[in-house]
């Protein structure tokens, strides 16, 4: 059974902390992690991509990926209120696009002003 | 990425009926996606279209709820067949792109009566 768990909130977070976001997944030969914002009505968009251990950076985010643990997660530095969101932990267990993503329950996250 | 317009974007149906909702990609693509995200919840894949076969279900999912047409390689539509309430849920289309990325379509926001 492949399986995506998240801590569904909600995360709440002060303007301008680090918000950490977390997930796990269960199936060790998983390729590919994503995260997604989901916005309320709308569709997810996509934060962040990791393939290999270590961390990735882009922008204000940063995510972290430790196969060993089976453990993905998400740093969001400098929380705006525009962050306020869905946050989606999705895998792809097969790697090679052939296949659809996994997807976790998602975090829900507040930057409060 | 690829641009996804999905159709309609909302609608309202009567216990019993069938909607079917279209999806338009704006390059080829060989893989598209079909998801249900209910009320609350995450996503869910429904099942895998590629063209030219027959579409692959995820388990719970099954063709004569749920049919599926990919004739080309830029349009594929999903059918939700015999609808009831447990049927209202958004319905997504995505495409996968470049390392296994997935991008997803507006949505069609269902509501069954």
């Known amino acids: 059974q492949k399986e995506v768990e998240q801590n569904s909130g909600p995360l709440s977070v002060p303007e301008g902390a680090i918000a950490s976001l977390n997930c796990t997944y269960s199936?060790?030969?998983?390729?590919?992690f994503f995260w997604y914002r989901q916005y309320s009505g709308k569709s997810p968009e996509l934060i962040m991509s990791i393939y290999s251990n270590g961390d990735k950076e882009d922008g204000r985010f940063t995510a972290q990926l430790n196969k060993a643990s089976q453990y993905v997660s998400l740093l969001i530095r400098d929380s705006q209120p525009s962050d306020s969101a869905t946050y989606l932990c999705?895998?792809?267990?097969?790697?090679?696009?052939?296949?659809?993503?996994?997807f976790g329950k998602g975090t829900h996250l507040i930057i409060q002003p | 990425s690829a641009v996804i317009s999905q159709k309609p974007s909302r609608d309202i149906c009567q216990r019993g009926t069938s909607l079917t909702i279209q999806c338009q990609v704006d390059s080829q693509v060989t893989m598209m996606f079909w998801y249900r995200q209910q009320p609350g919840q995450s996503l869910t894949l429904i099942a895998t279209a590629n063209q030219g076969s027959e579409a692959t279900y995820e388990s719970g999912f099954v063709i004569d709820k749920f049919p599926i047409s990919r004739p080309n390689l830029t349009f594929s539509t999903l059918t939700v067949s015999n609808m009831s309430p447990e049927d209202s849920s958004i319905y997504l289309c995505s495409v996968s792109g470049t390392g296994d990325i997935q991008y997803f379509g507006a949505g069609t926001r269902l509501s069954v009566l």
């Open positions: 999705a895998v792809n267990y097969s790697g090679g696009g052939a296949d659809g993503l996994t």
């Open positions: 199936d060790r030969v998983s390729q590919s």
